[in-house]
């Protein structure tokens, strides 16, 4: 029985860890710079109730991403919000795994694990499935690419029952 405790301990800890969350083969950052809506996400505690969501990236030249991340809170009317946090592309071969850093010295995963070949949506996902964000270069995306984009978080292990749509509104 005991030479059965290591298969087991192995087994359990096979089963504890998370696969790893796919990500894009390739990333041309200048081209992924620019505007983002947020289409929809598991928000974060600072995202609940968000309207009108961009993120928005500018590649610095030491290769760091500054990110303005802007939405009215509760509303279209409500409150105009504003963060900074930094981008760092961790993976240089791919530019598709960055650390976000909201606040010093903490940085989180960023995983770009879908992008259209034209650059017009994605998908930035966690290995701890806990937070997700689909996005795109325009306020509104089809059905049919939406639900697309859900069955490939379904197919990689998120609990799609916990996305939210974000309220985009835009003058024409």
């Known amino acids: 029985m005991k030479r059965l405790y290591p298969a087991l ?3 359990a800890l096979h089963c504890a860890t998370p696969q790893p ?8 950052l200048p081209r992924f710079m ?3 809506y947020v289409i929809a996400n598991i928000p974060t505690f600072i995202e609940k109730g968000a309207h009108n969501a961009i993120e928005e990236y500018s590649l610095n030249a030491d290769g760091d991403v500054d990110t303005v991340f802007t939405f009215r809170a509760d509303g279209f009317e409500g409150k ?5 946090p930094k981008g760092f592309v961790v993976d240089r071969v791919s530019n598709a795994e960055w650390k976000m850093q909201f606040l010093w010295p903490f940085k ?3 995983l770009i694990s879908y ?4 650059y017009s949506q994605t998908v930035i996902g966690r290995t701890s499935r ?5 996005m795109a270069r325009t306020p509104q995306i089809s059905e049919t690419d939406y639900a697309a984009m ?3 978080l379904a197919d990689n292990g998120y609990d799609v029952g916990k996305i939210e749509r974000v309220p985009q509104r835009w003058p024409n």
């Open 9 to 11: 301990f192995l087994f």
């Open 21 to 28: 969350m796919p990500k894009v083969q390739k990333v041309d």
């Open 34 to 36: 620019g505007k983002w």
């Open 80 to 84: 105009a919000k504003r963060y900074s």
């Open 108 to 110: 989180s995963e960023f």
């Open 115 to 118: 992008l259209k070949e034209d």
């Open 130 to 134: 806990d937070y997700v964000w689909i």
């Open 150 to 152: 859900i069955k490939f």
